[in-house]
């Protein structure tokens, strides 16, 4: 019975099917927990062995040793084990990322799937069997077995570099939680914390002098910067690009956490933001001086959208049609969460739905590309 519990416990759900059972998931299932009441697993009723056997040793260290030459068949499986639990809490962005930079181009999970065929018996005996010149199934020494895991190993592992190796560890730092059973926190002190006010300044002095420190490397920080005239340029991806490497500089600068900070220095009291991204957004414009206070960047759009509303009709008859407006408002949500609108993106939800790109053409004409343009102008100055 308790071997059964583990193989309903060990099956996979995907994102949108966890979710179903546990609306707070934000990954696809990445491991379960037992609660052994009676101490089955201290007895000799368990059978199976855990696939990650090397659960101290850090990821990284895994890796290293594998692109190295390690072979054995515990740090493989642990390597393997830990790589898929991580594949499942990645964004496809994310697992570009690690295509791109594994030698040949190789997907993770495609990565994954091939250390654990290099440590499987039945290959390792083919292999064997093919090193020695004998037939599937033929007697052959120990020696020869190591001999043809090794190769397995390390044609599976040619895709590691060292690159590949620093991406998964801070992506790693940046989703494993770690639950120290041993070293319990005991409370010292209960009363209001008097440094609360040092910490957010510190806080958001170093993330002051991050940013100043890298607008001339991050394209997106150089326009916020020093090139106003391109704030129209600013897209999704670009934005991304700074939460990225800021991440995986300094990960206690992650926005949200640097929003709290600024929420106590400026007294903020409106609506939290609605993602990491726009409080990245927000947070750089209180730092280079776009905003005296910190402001969510939703209400900044929305206010530019109605003075740029309400500039457009003044002095004249011709004003946006209910159907037009519709339009714009959706234009405007867009660029609250994705900082920038193309024509590319007519052709995406919400838009397709209303009729796309031709949809728009239909009704603004020639001017559709002036609205596009002015719109991406206005609603992030």
């Known amino acids: 019975y308790f071997e059964q519990m583990k193989g ?7 994102h949108d099917e966890l979710k179903k059972v546990t609306p707070s998931a934000l990954t696809a299932k990445t491991h379960y927990v037992i609660v052994d009441a009676v101490g089955v697993t201290k007895s000799l009723k368990t059978a199976s062995q855990p696939l990650i056997t090397k659960p101290s040793v850090p990821l990284k260290d895994l890796a290293m040793g594998v692109m190295m030459g390690a072979h054995d068949t515990d740090t493989v499986s642990s390597l393997a084990g830990r790589l898929a639990r991580l594949n499942q809490q990645l964004s496809p962005a994310e697992k570009d990322k690690l295509t791109k930079l594994s030698s040949g181009s190789i997907e993770l ?44 190993v390390s044609q599976a592992a040619g895709v590691f570099t060292g690159e590949l190796i620093e991406l998964i560890d801070s992506i790693r730092r940046e989703k494993e939680q770690t639950i120290d059973h041993d070293n319990i926190d005991t409370l010292v002190f209960a009363g209001w914390a008097t440094d609360a006010q040092t910490a957010a300044q510190n806080l958001s002095q170093e993330f002051a002098d991050y940013l100043a420190g890298h607008k001339d490397h991050i394209e997106a920080l150089s326009i916020f910067y020093d090139q106003p005239q391109r704030r129209r340029e600013l897209t999704y991806t670009l934005i991304h690009d700074v939460m990225d490497i800021l991440k995986a500089d300094k990960p206690k600068l992650s926005p949200l956490h640097v929003w709290q900070a600024y929420s106590q220095l400026d007294n903020y009291q409106g609506k939290q933001p609605s993602s990491e991204l726009t409080a990245l957004v927000a947070l750089i414009r209180r730092v280079c001086g776009m905003d005296s206070q910190l402001t969510n960047f939703d209400d900044t759009v929305r206010r530019n959208f109605q003075n740029w509303i309400m500039n457009r009709h003044a002095g004249t008859p011709d004003k946006f049609n209910e159907e037009q407006m519709a339009w714009l408002q ?18 995406m939800s919400p838009f397709d739905g209303k009729g796309g790109l031709g949809k728009m053409y239909k009704l603004f004409g020639a001017e559709m590309d002036n609205v596009l343009d002015e719109l991406n102008d206005a609603l992030a100055a």
């Open 330 to 347: 959706m234009i405007r949500d867009h660029i609250a969460s994705s900082m920038h609108i193309g024509r590319d993106d007519l052709e």
């Open 109 to 152: 999970s495609t990565i994954i799937n091939n250390l654990f065929n290099a440590i499987d018996a039945d290959n390792i005996e083919q292999k064997a069997c093919e090193l020695a010149g004998l037939a599937i199934g033929s007697e052959f020494e120990d020696a020869q077995r190591e001999q043809a895991q090794a190769q397995l």
């Open 8 to 14: 309903r416990g060990a099956r996979t759900l995907d």
